[in-house]
C-alpha cells in the first residue's frame, strides 16, 4: 500500500485453469492488519479487494498465503 492508500485489488490468476470451481482459503501472514473479501473466484482466477483497518502514513505491504481446493458438494441434485 502507498502512503494514505487504504484499499487494493489483487488478481490472482491460476496457469492452467483449474477443472473445478474451487474453494479459496487466504490467510494474512504479515504486515499491518487488513480485511479481505475475495470478491470473485472461478477456475481461471480470483480477486480479492484487500482493505486496510487502518490508513497508514507510511508505505506498507501486507502478506498474503493463499490456497485452493474443491469446493464440497451438497449431495443435493439440482431438478
Known amino acids: 500500500f502507498a502512503a494514505g492508500q487504504r484499499m ?3 488478481h490472482i490468476g491460476f496457469c492452467p485453469p ?3 470451481n474451487p474453494d ?3 490467510e494474512q501472514i504479515a504486515g ?3 480485511h479481505v473479501k475475495l470478491s470473485q ?3 481461471y482466477g480470483a480477486r480479492l479487494d484487500v482493505k486496510l483497518k487502518s ?3 507510511e ?3 501486507a502478506v498474503l498465503e493463499f490456497f485452493t481446493r474443491r469446493a464440497p458438494t451438497t449431495g443435493r ?3
Open 55 to 57: 490508513v497508514g502514513q
Open 77 to 79: 441434485s439440482a431438478i
Open 24 to 26: 479459496l482459503v487466504v
Open 41 to 43: 473466484v472461478l477456475p
Open 8 to 10: 487494493r485489488s489483487l
Open 59 to 61: 508505505p506498507s505491504d
Open 32 to 34: 499491518p492488519d487488513v
Open 18 to 20: 483449474l477443472e473445478f
